[in-house]
């Protein structure tokens, strides 16, 4: 990705797509000085309505030609509707010239993933995919240590995921229905696809890129609209040798505290020396230390991290338009990295569809 000319005052920002997520997706700009949201589109009125009380002075747009043939002044697109559209929007934006943070999955298919990569190199706009999860202290802290050798040489990667039904906030169907509905057209569900990218995400930022997947991916029907993608379980091996496996159960009358999606979520990397074990991420979890490390026969806890995911998605925006003002630095998980992450992901839904290992370039 080609480094974008400095934007030397705030990133004119436009929202396009502001339902559910965009409560969290847009706390980085309500007091940010990096940026100024001058537009919001979406064509359900009651969602700009509201998010209009968010941005008084943004202009509002009810579809995205009047957003992109306006004169507002745009630099940046987030755009936050549903992932069967992200490639027709993203393309139109990029061809327009405007830069894209975009949220996760990146795309249903590779197809579409190479569509949106293309656009932005004939424009020269940045094309950026969202993931919170990789600026969520407690598991910024784990990859250091796991770096600094404290644990040894990394021996496995183990993630747990029970997604728990109470104790969270609830979510419109309106943005869960086309979620089930590309689960029953797709085979890409709420669980492995859709949250599952922010796993798979954690898995290629901590270790690289993936070789060989095999998974399995059960089914639980809760009617003929609704049907979750677990129990399942996915193991696979990096290229530099780290095997890492992601457990999946769906627990649907357990509580879990949350501000935000109700699910216990456990990350751990053992060592040969040790072991380093984030212990909740969306939800608090056990009231457990965010992260412990266990080395030399001596247990550490932390219990002073920012273990509030609505941080992360702050933190994760911040990080973009720092990179679009100065052009320093790597932009974490660009474009041909999220293509990685969605190749792993795809990878595994085939495996299990197959029910056989895959080489990720089979996958491609």
């Given amino acids: 990705m080609a480094t974008p000319i400095p934007i030397n005052r705030p990133v004119r920002v436009a929202l396009v797509g502001v339902g559910k997520i965009c409560d969290l997706t847009s ?32 202009a509002r747009f009810s579809s995205l030609d009047d957003l992109l043939q306006s004169s507002i002044g745009i630099d940046m697109v987030e755009i936050g509707v549903p992932t069967p559209m992200h490639c027709e929007v993203a393309c139109r934006v990029l061809d327009a010239g405007h830069h894209v943070n975009l949220q996760k999955p990146m795309a249903t298919s590779l197809d579409e993933a190479d569509r949106m990569i293309a656009a932005s190199h004939a424009s020269g706009a940045a094309l950026r995919v969202m993931e919170p999860f990789i600026f969520f202290e407690p598991l910024e802290t784990l990859k250091a240590v796991v770096e600094s050798g404290e644990i040894g040489d990394v021996a496995g990667f183990h993630m747990k995921m029970v997604g728990t039904g109470l104790g969270g906030w609830d979510v419109p169907w309106s943005t869960l229905s086309w979620q089930f509905r590309q689960m029953q057209d797709k085979g890409l569900g709420i669980l492995v696809f859709d949250d599952g990218w922010h796993k798979f995400a954690v898995a290629n930022w901590l270790f690289g890129p993936v070789a060989e997947v095999m998974a399995w991916v059960g089914q639980t029907k809760f009617s003929d609209e609704i049907v979750i993608d677990a129990p399942a379980t996915i193991m696979w091996n990096h290229v530099n040798g780290v095997r890492g496996v992601f457990d999946l ?16 979520e456990r990350f751990e990397v053992t060592g040969t020396k040790g072991f380093a074990r984030v212990n909740h991420c969306v939800a608090y979890g056990l009231n457990q230390p965010s992260l412990e490390v266990y080395s030399g026969g001596v247990m550490r806890s932390y219990h002073e991290l920012d273990d509030d995911w609505g941080t ?42 197959q029910n056989t290992p895959l080489r990720l370039s089979a996958a491609v």
């Fill in 27 to 58: 706390r980085a700009y309500t007091q940010s000085v990096e940026a100024e949201v001058v537009g919001l589109c979406d064509p359900d009125s009651e969602n700009l309505e509201r998010r209009g009380r968010q941005f008084p002075d943004a």
């Fill in 249 to 264: 159960t769906l627990a649907p009358d357990t509580y879990m505290r949350s501000k935000y999606y109700s699910s216990d």
């Fill in 312 to 353: 992360s998605f702050v933190r994760q925006t911040e990080h973009y338009l720092r990179w679009l003002r100065t052009g320093e630095g790597e932009l974490v998980l660009d474009a041909s990295k999220s293509r990685e992450v969605l190749s792993f992901v795809l990878a595994a839904i085939e495996s299990s569809k």
